[in-house]
């Protein structure tokens, strides 16, 4: 942290040694043992990169990552790590957009990841205005991607009428995630193991409504560090919204 407010977001002026320290920034999350606060503790968890080529490695099964107009959205960009560790072709021809409300967080993406748009702001500016007036034109990517937070602090866009029986944040991230999925593109997460062993609610419902659930990961205790709280990888295929004959559960 200390890092980026001496040298600003400019890539150009870090060098190789300081850009692998800031790839390794965990936030918050990653700091609860030495007295770290705050909500930072609730959302910054950030993806072991080990995870983060395991979920391209199963998005690059169902969508095709050499299209030229390849376009890919981080709701809760982090450090960047979906970007960073994306596969070349990924970073060399598609349009990567995130959105990250952590100051630090959102600059060391864009110094990582340079061709990438990464806006410091909330993911639900993108669907109302701060009156709650929600917007009419809303983009589509090929692929939604990241690790979003968890747990029911939504704040005040619950408040102003944003998807408010939507409790969850991480629910609320899949279902707005599926609704900028395009026809035949995927929405791939991170998500607490929660989603899945829980029974079916009105959320998941509309989420199953619109789009298959193709894969499935358990992924194992205490893959993000300190934290034991059980996570899977989930990976929605948009299309006609009926259930997946087949789901594949690796441990």
């Given at each position: 942290e200390a890092l980026v407010a001496e040298k600003g977001d400019n890539p150009n002026?870090?060098?190789p040694e300081e850009l692998e320290k800031l790839a390794l920034y965990t936030g918050s999350g990653g700091r609860a043992r030495e007295g770290a606060e705050g909500r930072g503790l609730l959302d910054e968890y950030y993806t072991p990169p080990e995870v983060v080529k395991l979920v391209w490695q199963e998005v690059a099964k169902l969508v095709d990552l050499n299209k030229s107009d390849l376009t890919v959205l981080e709701p809760a960009v982090g450090t960047?790590?979906?970007?960073?560790?994306?596969?070349d072709i990924v970073k060399e021809?598609?349009?990567l957009e995130g959105f990250e409300i952590n100051k630090t967080s959102a600059t060391i993406a864009g110094i990582l990841t340079p061709s990438?748009?990464?806006?410091?702001?909330n993911f639900e500016n993108l669907f109302v205005d701060k009156n709650g007036k929600a917007k009419r034109k809303l983009p589509e990517y090929d692929i939604v991607i990241g690790n979003p937070p968890y747990g029911e602090h939504r704040g005040m866009y619950l408040g102003l009428g944003e998807e408010p029986k939507i409790k969850k944040y991480e629910e609320y991230f899949l279902k707005r995630g599926l609704d900028l999925t395009k026809e035949g593109g995927v929405t791939a997460m991170v998500v607490?193991?929660?989603?899945l062993r829980s029974g079916t609610d009105n959320t998941k419902l509309r989420i199953s409504g619109s789009a298959k659930l193709i894969v499935a990961y358990r992924l194992p205790n205490k893959i993000f560090g300190i934290t034991d709280i059980g996570t899977d990888i989930v990976i929605f295929k948009k299309g006609d919204g009926s259930s997946a004959?087949?789901?594949?559960n690796d441990s």
């Open positions: 002026d870090y060098s960047g790590r979906f970007f960073y560790y994306a596969p021809l598609g349009n990438a748009g990464i806006e410091n702001t607490p193991s929660s989603f004959e087949e789901i594949s």
